[in-house]
């Protein structure tokens, strides 16, 4: 299976945009990159997935390198509430979706 | 509110015991999943469930299984349980349980091993 790599922590100032980066160069044509973040003290919760295209939700973008061996997860306004641990997670095409977490990115707002 | 239900919220047993997790999908969705988090080996795969049926298997040990009742509820059950199991444990559920579905998870059971 693909991996990922992810820095361990990251910090970002309330109110500014927050770029969290995720490498995944031994990614496949047909894998999905999918992140979900968990806030402190609650189960995780999905963000926003993406498979060759960039992608905006209510929640975030992401974007996706064109080699498809990275991508970031941009929160635009960065929220007090959004400090969490954020994880990228590749999901292949026809697989069954079980989620592979690594240590994810711990990101830290300041007010 | 995911609409993932799990009961109980804490559980405090002693070495040796047996507990079940019980977990409630969000309505209509057909797979429920069950993942360990630990300190020391953050959040796991453990077992996935379309239907009734089982259809994945992570680092599930023999001490551990789950099924899914055809009201679509699922329970995990641990026996023996040794200082080790103490971890939080999450359901999830989504729709279909293949790549293209969001899971959506429960608030956790945390289960303290004493």
Avoid at chain 1, 70 to 93: E, G
Avoid at chain 2, 74 to 85: A, P
């Amino acid at each position: 299976d693909a991996k990922t790599t992810q820095p361990n922590s990251m910090e970002s100032n309330e109110e500014e945009p927050v770029h969290l980066p995720c490498n995944h160069s031994t990614i496949s044509g047909t894998d999905y990159i999918h992140w979900y973040r968990q806030l402190p003290s609650q189960g995780p919760e999905y963000v926003i997935h993406g498979l060759t295209s960039n992608v905006n939700n209510r929640m975030a973008s992401l974007a996706i390198a064109e080699d498809r061996k990275s991508s970031t997860l941009i929160l635009h306004r960065a929220t007090l509430r959004d400090a969490a641990v954020y994880y990228c997670i590749l999901i292949k095409n026809g697989a069954n979706s079980k989620l592979t977490f690594g240590k994810g990115i711990t990101l830290s707002v300041r007010p | 509110d995911s609409g993932v239900t799990q009961t109980p919220k804490h559980l405090i047993t002693a070495t040796g015991q047996r507990v079940t997790l019980r977990c409630s999908p969000r309505s209509g969705d057909l797979s429920v999943y069950w993942y360990q988090q630990s300190l020391d080996q953050g959040l796991q795969f453990l077992i996935q469930y379309y239907n009734g049926e089982e259809r994945a298997k992570g680092n599930i040990l023999e001490r551990f299984s789950a099924q899914q009742f055809p009201d679509l509820h699922s329970e995990l059950n641990l026996s023996s349980l040794e200082l080790g199991d103490s971890a939080l444990y999450f359901c999830a559920s989504s729709q279909t349980g293949d790549h293209r579905n969001i899971q959506y998870f429960g608030a956790g059971t945390r289960l303290s091993v004493l």
